[in-house]
């Protein structure tokens, strides 16, 4: 038995721009859990925003690494996580956690989603991202999207230029679905402000338009918004759900910021039994990581799993893309193959 890892440094196309930055370089960790000749994989896709760095992750895995013993006993996996690390590291426990179902899955020949019993309906169509930028190069975004058959975009918002931005999207792309993100960059005046240009350029959902710890302030804007409310920066564990169905309409799950598959599958029932609706989301990461997201997606309302579509060097293959739809990974395990 052995767990091993490297880190990748993954390139988007274009630099990728939200409120709080832009990048276009990714360190992702890969991890890998070996036992009896069979092999389970994992992503570590960590964001600063939940105090995580390559750096973090390199020094972390050694210690959270140990846990990982019988990939069967997902809640002694769980529980050694927690006890080495209590509230910290939530994407090296992902890619941990990811480790342990794959190398379960390939064990009996099957996808992890068949695995854990699974919905098998179809996934829900995935977003497509209009990054932060100047607006005539958004435009460019949000055509070449449309070009390549993308239904649904989201626009990254957060500036003094929303208004012209959503407007001159809309200008370009008058028949697809928007969905607007401001990564808690909003204030509340500004967010009241907007929520007629966001009626008016038709948008379908709105992801955390104030600070993360603002749970008043969107209980508020709900109450005023023709637009669902789904939470993202917000949620870190999945106890914060239940806090969050006072003020957001619905949920963004990551893997990489709840600890897992396993982690994200209890918020999304959580979520369901407090009556919000959920979206399966995703970090900029490898097809590894979408694949795990990808699993859960037939259970939720929005996919917004682009992250890979958004790379130039993707070192996995095997997801399989149609005019902006994620076909259900197949192959046993996560179902991706390393380029």
Not at 276 to 301: N, P, Q, T
Request: aromatic fraction near 6%; glycine fraction near 8%; hydrophobic fraction near 45%.
């Amino acid at each position: 038995m052995s767990v091993s890892w490297e880190t990748l440094e993954l390139h988007t196309a274009q630099p990728f721009g939200i409120a709080r930055w832009t990048h276009s370089v990714y360190p992702r960790t890969i991890v890998t859990f070996t036992q009896d000749g069979i092999v389970g994989r994992g992503e570590a896709a960590p964001n600063a925003f939940y105090g995580e760095t390559h750096g973090t992750v390199e020094a972390v895995l050694p210690l959270l690494a140990e846990a990982l013993t019988d990939p069967w006993d997902w809640d002694g996996l769980r529980a050694g996580l927690t006890a080495r690390m209590p509230h910290d590291h939530p994407s090296v426990k992902c890619a941990l956690e990811m480790a342990a179902l794959e190398w379960c899955a390939v064990s009996v020949g099957l996808p992890v989603w068949k695995l854990l019993g699974l919905s098998p309906a179809p996934l829900p169509r995935s977003s497509y991202t209009v990054s932060l930028a100047d607006i005539p190069d958004m435009r460019r975004q949000a055509r070449e999207a449309v070009a390549a058959g993308h239904t649904v975009l989201k626009v990254k918002l957060g500036t003094e230029r929303d208004t012209a931005i959503l407007e001159a999207l809309r200008e370009e792309a008058p028949k697809v679905a928007l969905r607007v993100d401001a990564n808690a960059a909003w204030t509340r005046p500004q967010a009241k402000r907007m929520l007629g240009v966001l009626d008016a350029a038709r948008v379908e959902l709105l992801e955390q338009p104030l600070a993360a710890d603002d749970l008043a302030g969107h209980a508020e804007l709900r109450r005023l918004s023709r637009v669902p409310l789904v939470a993202d920066e917000s949620l870190h564990h999945v106890r914060d759900v239940i806090a969050l169905a006072e003020a957001f309409d619905g949920v963004n799950l990551k893997l990489a910021k709840l600890g897992g598959p396993l982690q994200a599958l209890a918020a999304l029932r959580l979520a369901r039994a407090h009556g919000l609706s959920v979206m399966i989301g995703c970090m900029i990461e490898s097809s590894l990581g979408i694949s795990a997201a990808a699993h859960l997606a037939g259970l939720c309302d929005w996919a917004d799993l682009d992250g890979a579509l958004l790379l130039a060097d993707d070192p996995f293959t095997g997801l399989e893309w149609t005019a902006g739809e994620l076909a259900r990974p197949q192959g046993v395990g996560w179902g991706v193959t390393r380029g």
